[in-house]
């Protein structure tokens, strides 16, 4: 089993975790029904991604 050379300092570790950090969701509208979207996803509204129809919405669900 593999172990560790040294022990990480608490210094070290948080330069590590320093990229650890969660961003928040980008977010969008969608320019056919002006819905928030999440960028470079399908809009989940209408369907419709980079300006045309890719699957069909849900209707009366
Ligand atoms: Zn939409």
Do not use: D, F, L, W
């Amino acid at each position: 089993m593999a172990v560790p050379k040294r022990r990480v300092s608490p210094a070290r570790q948080g330069m590590r975790r320093s990229h650890h950090a969660v961003k928040p969701k980008q977010i969008a509208y969608c320019s056919h029904c002006e819905q928030p979207v999440i960028t470079h996803r399908i809009c989940s509204n209408c369907g419709y991604y980079g300006g045309k129809e890719v699957i069909k919405a849900k209707e009366g669900e």
